[in-house]
């Protein structure tokens, strides 16, 4: 089972720049595909971006430009680098795994059914 801590989150004015880390445990690192989410409460979680250990990644619309998912095997790590971040980027931020392969296949993206394993999520909020 994949364990998941994220860090980096906090209180940053609107134009600003965090980086968001997610530390995984527990299992093959490359047998995951990680990804970014975020929720803010009352509302559905949005995916913000994906990324596989080979470094295949994708971008949700609203994340597209301003913020960039990177990884560190070695480290077993991803990171989420957020830029020119506005107010509505406020949110819980979630760092989230999925099985890489099926029936020993890569696939890829995965579906938000197919994460598995979620960390305990980092508040970020973005003050005007």
């Known amino acids: 089972e994949v364990q998941l801590v994220e860090s980096g989150g906090g209180l940053v004015q609107a134009g600003g720049s965090l980086e968001l880390s997610c530390a995984a445990s527990g299992a093959t690192f490359g047998d995951y595909i990680m990804a970014w989410f975020r929720q803010v409460p009352g509302k559905e979680r949005e995916e913000i971006s994906i990324?596989?250990?080979?470094?295949?990644?994708y971008y949700a619309e609203s994340a597209k430009g301003r913020f960039s998912i990177s990884n560190d095997n070695a480290k077993s790590t991803v990171y989420l680098q957020m830029n020119s971040l506005k107010p509505e980027d406020t949110a819980i931020y979630y760092c989230?795994?999925?099985?890489?392969?099926?029936?020993?296949?890569?696939?890829?993206?995965?579906?938000?059914?197919?994460?598995?394993?979620w960390g305990q999520g980092t508040q970020v909020t973005v003050s005007s």
């Open positions: 990324m596989s250990s080979h470094g295949i990644t």
């Open positions: 989230a795994a999925a099985p890489a392969y099926h029936d020993g296949a890569f696939y890829f993206p995965p579906t938000n059914d197919d994460f598995r394993f």
